[in-house]
């Protein structure tokens, strides 16, 4: 390939026809159904940047009742005073557990209160120690059942940026407020966690152990816990467990830092038949495992599973799904439950691979939580945290835990016994979902025909009340098998794709999104600040096709684009076009029979 005849593209965006990715068809709600202050009335003292001669707000992106609007790139921003307050109508009394704020920055003094009907408000938690640069946290106050039909959040000070010196009100994502639950446990239910624990974090695990009590959890699944390391120099699960969680199981995933660092079991029960099984981890940083153990609660047995798997590619994770289904599969304990950190990161389809045989609590009837609460730019969704079940354990109650205590939330659910399996519509109703997030553009019209007609009949099923599992599970084959036949029109789409650099180093603005069916300046190519740089794309085979489309986000004023059917030979087609233009227009190129498309 002779590079030298390439021109600079910058910042550019190549797909074959304009779609879009599963990930446009969620948005960013990061709330869980028991949010009191979802959509309640708010008053506040202003915003920043005030109001305008008008009267409307300088700056309406920063409004009050962003706080309360379930969405996580949304906020309030206070004007620039000292004394700026937000109140939070409950509309009637509650007693309430506690009160969570996202801060996208956090002031150095401020006053949580509450008020009930007659609104007068009381200081519940005074902060003097906040931050002073305007930090963003998590942070969850403890109001321990007191009643209260306001809260109110009074800012007292105003934090000062490190940059230009000038001083700034509070700024709020969100604020979520809990009601106090007088929560019971029988012998027929039981009450499951899974915790990603942070051990990079150096987390308080008296803390983390705390919070499972408060939801009076039975057994929990625990990932990235410590044994004897250089940042945690002790036992991680012993101290966790305490007299709370009498039986225990640890298994080592790697010797990091002088000590080991792994999964864990924390249960009342006694846990029997444990067992650490090494997962295919090839192409990963480190070693991945599950862990299987037994244990009783009453009559009932319970087969558990626990794990921690690869973030590191959606192929990896894969193949590690793939053996643990089949460790379950091959499993005659009566109930099984499974937890972990499944780091399902791309698309919450992954999931769907279990689906055949259990259900899923992240995700159950389309509900979906975001257990990560860090801040990754490579992960597409933050729903990686799960509990499966077999379907004779019926899902009763799912609730996520917000918390700054480590960089995931704890999810939990109640479940209950069954003497039978239950008919359960989860599978087909994923199946549906992931059907329908299949872009038209992208297929040729016949195969996308069929696939929409198989949707209707699929959605026929899942509508019927008494339809039997054998029948649910076939619809699912066809509905799958539909999936499978279509047919692609965009050539390009997720086509093998080298690059000459790329702008930044973060893994943002890589090739692959240059053909990943994303329009979006967020997703797509950008070169290296080098005049010559080039991108080639692999059809994998010799085609005959029509047009080259490609999308930029910026045009650079001389560029070539090239085909071949070799990836040695190149023959220009389109070049010199003497344009800059800073937003997103399509240019279109004539093709015939080739290979290689530049």
């Known amino acids: 390939m002779n590079e ?4 600079k593209i910058l910042k550019l965006m190549l797909a074959f026809v304009i779609c879009f990715s599963q990930i446009s068809l969620f948005n960013v709600n990061a709330q869980t159904d028991d949010n009191l202050a979802l959509n309640k009335p708010v008053e506040y003292s202003g915003v920043e940047g005030g109001k305008v001669s008008n009267g409307e707000w300088k700056y309406p992106q920063f409004i009050g009742e962003n706080i309360v609007d379930g969405k996580t790139d949304t906020r309030w921003s206070a004007d620039k005073t ?8 409950l509309q009637k009394e509650y007693s309430l557990d506690s009160v969570t704020i996202n801060f996208h ?3 150095p003094e401020y006053e949580i209160q509450i008020a009930r009907e007659d609104k007068q408000f009381k200081t519940v938690s005074n902060v003097t120690n906040g931050s002073t640069n305007g930090a963003s946290y998590t ?14 959040y009074q800012q007292n000070k105003m934090w000062k940026h490190s940059t230009n010196n000038q001083f700034y009100g509070s700024s709020i994502i969100e604020l979520t407020i809990k009601e106090k639950k007088n929560i019971s446990v029988s012998d027929d ?6 915790f990603n624990i942070a051990a990079n974090k150096q987390p308080n695990v008296d803390e983390l152990r705390e919070l499972t009590e408060k939801y009076k959890l039975e057994v929990v699944g625990l990932q990235e816990v410590d044994r004897n390391t250089g940042r945690n120099p002790y036992d991680m699960l012993n101290e966790f467990a305490s007299t709370t969680y009498p039986s225990t199981y640890f298994s080592k995933a790697i010797d990091h830092d002088g000590g080991e660092y792994g999964i864990a079991r924390a249960s009342k029960y006694e846990l029997t038949d444990g067992k650490t099984v090494n997962v295919d981890s090839t192409g990963a940083t480190e070693q991945r495992v599950y862990q299987r153990m037994v244990f009783k609660k009453g009559d009932y047995e319970i087969a558990f599973y626990n794990t921690h798997l690869s973030y590191e590619t959606e192929a990896i994770r894969k193949k590690q799904m793939k053996e643990l289904k089949t460790a379950i599969q091959n499993d005659s304990t009566p109930y099984i439950i499974v937890t972990g950190d ?19 609590v ?6 979906w939580y975001d257990t990560f609460n860090g801040v990754d730019e490579t992960m597409k969704v933050n729903s990686v945290d799960n509990i499966l079940v077999s379907r004779n354990l019926a899902i009763e109650n799912i609730e996520m835990v917000e918390t700054s205590l480590s960089d995931h939330n704890l999810l939990l659910a109640q479940v209950k016994f069954l003497d039978e399996p239950q008919v359960s519509k989860e599978w087909l109703r994923a199946t ?4 329908k997030s299949y872009n038209s553009e992208l297929y040729t019209k016949d195969s996308f025909g069929a696939l929409q007609k198989m949707i209707e009949t699929a959605n026929e099923i899942y509508n019927q009340d008494n339809v039997t599992q054998d029948k649910v599970n076939e619809t699912v084959t066809l509905l799958n098998d539909a999936i499978a036949n279509l047919e692609l029109y965009n050539l390009a789409y997720k086509a093998d794709v080298t690059v000459s650099g790329c702008e930044v180093s973060d893994g943002r603005f890589t090739g692959p999104m240059a053909v990943d069916g994303i329009i979006s300046a967020t997703s797509r190519w950008s070169g290296a600040k080098t005049n010559e740089q080039w991108m080639l794309v692999d059809l994998g085979k010799i085609v005959e096709a029509s047009e080259i489309i490609i999308h930029f986000e910026s045009e650079c004023p001389d560029y070539e684009v090239q085909v071949s059917k070799d990836g040695k030979n190149f023959t220009t087609i389109y070049s010199d076009r003497m344009l800059v233009k800073e937003i997103l227009f399509q240019n279109k190129f004539h093709l015939i029979n080739k290979k290689f498309a530049m």
Do not use: C, P
């Not at 499944?342 to 899923?360: K, W």
């Not at 992240?362 to 509900?367: D, P």
């Not at 549906?432 to 059907?435: F, G, M």
């Open 4 to 7: 030298k005849n390439i021109k």
């Open 82 to 89: 000292d004394n700026q307050w937000i109140i939070v109508d």
């Open 105 to 107: 920055a956090e002031s």
């Open 139 to 152: 942070k969850t106050f403890n109001l321990m059942g007191q009643n209260a039909r306001y809260v109110k």
């Open 189 to 194: 239910t039981l009450r499951i966690g899974t």
């Open 342 to 360: 499944f780091n399902a990161d791309q698309h919450r389809s992954e999931f769907n691979l279990f689906l055949e045989e259990l259900d899923m």
């Open 362 to 367: 992240n995700g159950y009837q389309g509900k």
């Open 432 to 435: 549906i979902e992931d059907a």
